[in-house]
């Protein structure tokens, strides 16, 4: 996984590493360190040796060469060490500014192997480094966050993390080994932090049957009732993109302690830090219940005047959140309808590209109404 914490170099400084000693070369904005590679290399190190220091963009794409295949990309990604210095100017000022006119690292653009511009907050590229297997021992040498091999609760309850840091650090996707999930308590509390998605529908469905049931007796017909359900439906869409927006990704607004910290990482951050974790992305029944509850409540209070109509809206609610849990772990782990693989490219986006726009997870509907789509959606694709 690219890191934010490689060094930029100098073009003196790469090309100075010109020999089978120590041979860089650079592709787009990264460097990498070929050395190991170049008695393996098909064409012979002398090949390799002759781009030594320098871009090697277009002898990669020279048919009359070779064709480089995907192994060639995946190779380089493997030896990532740096990223190309930003030149200077004559006055010897970057010529990466931001509008102070001061250098902003953030800014030097970073590629990966294939070209794809690496997100500066995310250190990923595309949908499929979400599923690339995390070093663990080399992640947490480099980041100094959380060691997977450890459980996760003590090191972030006890771990002294500033919230800038965390957050910083909970944004950029980790995948556990073998896609297993890394323990989080590592007791006998283990079994309880883990949700399979068939369980949403198991303990909610019947619920919300026999709720439905139940209020039917004050409705003439179902047609009277139906309305109402799909009112408690579509208000749930909205919800939805509250509660993600504004209290998942509560964020910045955080208490800089770990209460606040350990709170956001247990409702919302060990996704994002876990985004493949197919036992942690739906939510647990027991939360639920605590989300739920002052939603009954309001319900009942804005209908205060027929409990049938508040239960039958609050029971089309429900069928919402069953709906959206069960696409959310769809949109993870599944292959979908040509309609739903655009609504994962969507999804996805968010985790490896811009976690700060696309809160809807079922609809982009409401983030092009409140101005938070990603750029797809911005630009129609």
């Known amino acids: 996984m690219p890191s934010a914490t490689l060094p930029t170099l100098s073009r003196s400084e790469i090309e100075s590493h010109n020999t089978a000693k120590s041979c860089y070369v650079i592709l787009g904005n ?105 070093d663990l021992d080399t992640d947490y040498k480099t980041h100094k966050f959380l060691d997977l091999n450890r459980p996760l609760f003590g090191q972030i309850w006890f771990g002294g993390f500033s919230k800038e840091f965390y957050l910083d650090q909970v944004h950029r996707p980790r995948h556990y080994k073998g896609g297993e999930s890394a323990p989080l308590f590592g007791n006998f509390l283990e079994p309880l932090t883990k949700t399979a998605w068939w369980v949403i529908p198991t303990v909610w469905g019947p619920p919300v049957a026999y709720g439905v049931y139940l209020a039917s007796a004050g409705f003439d017909s179902w047609t009277q009732q139906l309305p109402l359900y799909i009112l408690g439906f579509c208000i749930w869409s909205l919800l939805e993109y509250i509660l993600h927006r504004f209290l998942f990704h509560l964020d910045y607004y955080l208490p800089d302690n770990r209460v606040g910290i350990t709170m956001h990482f247990l409702l919302h951050g060990i996704h994002h830090y876990l985004p493949m974790d197919k036992y942690r992305l739906v939510m647990p029944p027991t939360l639920f219940v605590v989300l739920a509850t002052p939603f009954w409540k309001l319900a009942h209070t804005l209908f205060y005047w027929d409990w049938n109509i508040a239960t039958t809206v609050f029971c089309g609610g429900i069928t919402g959140y069953i709906l959206y849990d069960m696409t959310h772990y769809f949109l993870h782990h599944q292959n979908l309808p040509l309609w739903y693989k655009q609504l994962k490219k969507y999804h996805l986006a968010h985790h490896f590209l811009d976690y700060e726009n696309g809160f809807g997870v079922t609809s982009p509907f409401w983030d092009v109404i409140f101005g938070t789509p990603l750029p797809m959606v911005v630009k129609g694709n």
């Open 30 to 134: 990264n460097v990498y360190d070929v050395t190991d590679f170049l008695d393996s290399h098909p064409g012979g190190a002398d090949l390799v040796l002759e781009y030594a220091g320098k871009d090697v963009a277009d002898i990669l794409k020279d048919e009359a060469s070779h064709t480089h295949s995907d192994t060639a990309y995946e190779v380089l990604d493997d030896s990532l060490v740096g990223f190309v210095a930003p030149d200077k100017s004559s006055n010897g000022s970057t010529v990466n500014v931001n509008a102070n006119g001061k250098k902003d690292e953030a800014e030097v653009p970073r590629y990966d192997s294939k070209g794809r511009p690496i997100h500066p907050k995310t250190g990923m590229s595309c949908e499929e480094d979400l599923s690339k297997e995390t």
